[in-house]
């Protein structure tokens, strides 16, 4: 697990996954799914509707809109293709908006359907 800092009056929490080559953060501090490699959705569609900003200040553009995951079935709905992203991004807010349950131990973190008790990612 990982604290880092926006800046003096913000932490966030940022959790690290690795699914195959990539890591994941799991990222309390992120309004949206972004991810930076096209490679990673199942679906996407252009988005040409604004940009993203980052809490140092900058922001990139969102390329496009779309799906991620094993399957159209085990996926992940609203991620953002954003322009240079150099990390693959989940938001804690929107995965539990979704219905799903995030918690903690020393060793791991494990983020759980609330309906079924699924266990959808398991990090440390």
Partial sequence: MDLGSQDKHLAV??????RGNQLWFVDSGCSRHMIG????????????RGRVAFGNGKSR???SVGKIGKSLSH?????YLID???YNLLSMSQLCDRGNHIGFSSDQHLITNIKSGDVMLRGK
């Fill in 13 to 18: 929490l940022q959790v690290r996954v690795r």
């Fill in 37 to 48: 490699d096209k490679s990673n959705f199942l679906s996407h569609i252009p988005f040409d």
């Fill in 61 to 63: 553009k969102i390329i």
């Fill in 75 to 79: 996926s992940i709905d609203n991620v």
């Fill in 84 to 86: 240079g992203l150099q």
